[in-house]
């Protein structure tokens, strides 16, 4: 490629002689040649390596080609002055793999390992780290600055909200493994038809939730699933995988651009939801036992999961996206509940459905 005055541009042929280098047109039959006393190299190109040649006796002559081979050739030719420009595209290329091999361990690390071992990690172990009473104060603080939830909630002095924490404070009476967690319970004015459990020990139940509930029975159940989010540390693990991924799409954002970051971070969704799912199961399980110990059938949750993974459910619930529906789920709690066996003793809620709406 010549460049005259960076005016002109026409491809050609370039051929290494004796003692000069010769630059032919496509399109005349004119050459042009560099003597290698007057012959100038340096590099250049982002993505792909150029060599470019100029003349000492005419700068605004300027050949550029992207063809490496011409290295050897000029070196054999004793051209020495090659060998500089060939160790700075060398050099440049090593670091350009480096960074590539960066990135690509940044995204397995990011993608794969910090999220298993999030999610593999020992309860004993975290609750060595983060305590449930830690937890619990320092997201508190956290959510006092910014509030997790985006809904407002419902006045936290009305009657509903105290008897949704007595339904908590009752389930929790009758499982010792949940006792040591205070949960803070709140009831969001959303009409989505959801409820979650928030770093911090801290359970909201949507308003839409309760108004779509058909007993006191499916209230509970829900309540257990997400208390069993809560003893099972599940909101943490998933904070700190999540921590982990973004922290990955900062790197490899400062690394690789803005873009490569932004494409890493979509993925976050899809590598959570193998463990999101587990962490359902994992909640129904603990939902099964904190009912069962309660003396509450686990009817209500089974009637209320069985109504949601109904084809064709309204935008509005949203639980259905965040808490995977499906029939195996539902068989799966079905086998958990009799092999808990019978109830010791139906009990008496301290709350009514009516009380909550």
Known sequence: M?????????????SVEKDKL????????????ILYSDLRVSSGGEN???????????????ISTPSLDIIDHLSHRGFDAI???????????????????ICASILIVAFLILPF?????PDAWLDRLLSPETEYTLFHKIDEATSFNDDPLVDSQ????????SLVDFIKSKSPSIQNFKIDVRISES??????????????VNAGLIAHAESIEEIAGIVGHELGHIERRHVIKSLGSSLGLIFGALIVGSIAGSDAAAWMMKGLNFTQLKYSRDYEREADESAARY?????????????????????????????????????ERVLNLRQISASLGDLPEPATLPVKLDDLR
């Not at 071992?117 to 990690?121: E, I, P, T, V």
């Not at 009409?191 to 909201?204: F, H, K, M, R, T």
Request: proline share 6%.
């Open 117 to 121: 071992l999030a999610s593999r990690f």
């Open 83 to 101: 060998h500089s420009t060939a160790s700075r595209i060398r050099s440049r290329h090593t670091w350009r793999y480096s960074i590539m091999a």
């Open 191 to 204: 009409q989505e038809v959801n409820a979650a459990a928030y770093p911090g020990c801290i359970l909201v």
């Open 291 to 327: 009912l069962h110990s309660a003396g509450i059938s686990t009817d209500g949750l089974i009637k209320f999961l069985g109504r949601l993974s109904r084809v064709d459910l309204p935008a509005i619930f949203s639980i259905a996206s965040t808490h995977p529906i499906s029939a």
């Open 2 to 14: 010549l460049f005259p005055a960076l005016c002109q541009r026409k491809s050609g042929k370039i």
């Open 48 to 62: 792909q390596p150029i060599l470019i040649f100029s003349s000492s006796q005419n700068p605004e002559l300027t």
């Open 22 to 33: 010769d630059f032919s047109y496509d399109d005349t039959q004119e050459v042009i040649s």
């Open 158 to 165: 009305t009657p509903a909200v105290s008897k949704l924490q």
